[in-house]
């Protein structure tokens, strides 16, 4: 069982940079963030293995960025160039393997419990 925790959620700007972060309590292979607007399903944000592999799904493109450290069983995601539309709880997943549908819910085992962030216009 790997725990998860997350933090560095808050208010900021559009236009503003957040940095959010997860600790592990034990090694993982595949790291990834999700996000969950009220009223919206689950959504991929980015993912990050330990081989150095990285993904990031529409919304993260261009603005987030995912960054990992092995051997500390930590994982950051620095929010640039933020928009309302970025607003929603933040939960952090990983899984000891890496799996081809990185984007999927179910490609993670372990989760936090969410960080919100909200981004005022």
């Known amino acids: ?11 900021v700007q559009a236009g503003g940079s957040l940095r959010l972060s997860c600790a592990a309590s034990g090694r ?10 009220p009223g919206k399903e689950r959504e991929f944000v980015a993912a990050k293995w330990s081989s150095g592999r990285t ?8 603005r987030f960025i995912i960054s990992r450290d092995v051997d500390k ?5 620095q929010m640039n160039s933020s928009k309302p539309e970025d607003t929603a709880v933040y939960y952090c ?6 799996k081809a549908a ?3 819910r179910d490609a993670y085992t372990y989760w936090g419990q969410g960080t919100q962030v909200t981004v005022s216009s």
Do not use: C, H, P
């Not at 790291?31 to 969950?36: G, L, N, S, V, Y």
């Not at 993904?55 to 261009?62: D, R």
């Not at 069983?73 to 995601?77: D, E, H, K, P, W």
């Open 102 to 104: 990185y984007y999927r």
């Open 93 to 98: 997943a990983a899984d000891n393997v890496g």
């Open 73 to 77: 069983n930590t994982m950051s995601l």
């Open 55 to 62: 993904y990031y799904g529409g919304s993260a493109k261009g």
């Open 1 to 11: 069982q790997v725990l998860l925790v997350e933090s560095g959620g808050g208010l």
């Open 28 to 37: 993982t292979f595949s790291m990834a963030w999700f996000r969950q607007a």
